[in-house]
């Protein structure tokens, strides 16, 4: 089961940019689907950007043309670039894998995944 840790998240203020990094332990993301999940209190988790084993990214209406989704693989490495960041981006952000072909799976929900981190949280203050 691979493990993962997620790093940079902070306090930033609307428009202002923040770049998270999910390192995979012991393996690479090698056949991995990833996928970057947030949470903010009282809401539902939602997935906000994916790469598939392909390398094909994915992103909800929600955050689509603000935020990039990436991978290093060889420094085992996923990447979220959040730009023009809002007041409703504000939430705990979650590295998330699952391991094989995307399909049949929808990586834009959140249940397809079967190994997660401990989160990072991101606020945007205006």
């Known amino acids: 089961q691979v493990q993962l840790v997620e790093s940079g998240g902070g306090s930033v203020q609307v428009g202002g940019s923040l770049r998270l990094s999910c390192v995979a332990s012991?393996?690479?993301?090698?056949?991995?689907?990833m996928g970057w999940i947030r949470q903010a209190p009282g809401k539902e988790r939602e997935a906000v950007a994916t790469?598939?084993?392909?390398?094909?990214?994915s992103y909800s209406d929600s955050v689509k043309g603000r935020f990039t989704i990436s991978l290093d693989k060889f420094a085992r490495t996923l990447y979220l670039q959040m730009n023009s960041l809002k007041p409703e981006d504000t939430a705990m952000y979650y590295c998330?894998?699952?391991?094989?072909?995307?399909?049949?799976?929808?990586?834009?929900?959140?249940?397809?995944?079967?190994?997660w981190g401990q989160g990072t949280q991101v606020t945007v203050s205006s």
């Open positions: 998330a894998a699952r391991g094989g072909s995307r399909y049949p799976l929808d990586l834009l929900d959140p249940t397809s995944y079967n190994a």
């Open positions: 012991r393996h690479s993301y090698s056949n991995y689907c």
């Open positions: 790469i598939d084993n392909t390398g094909d990214p």
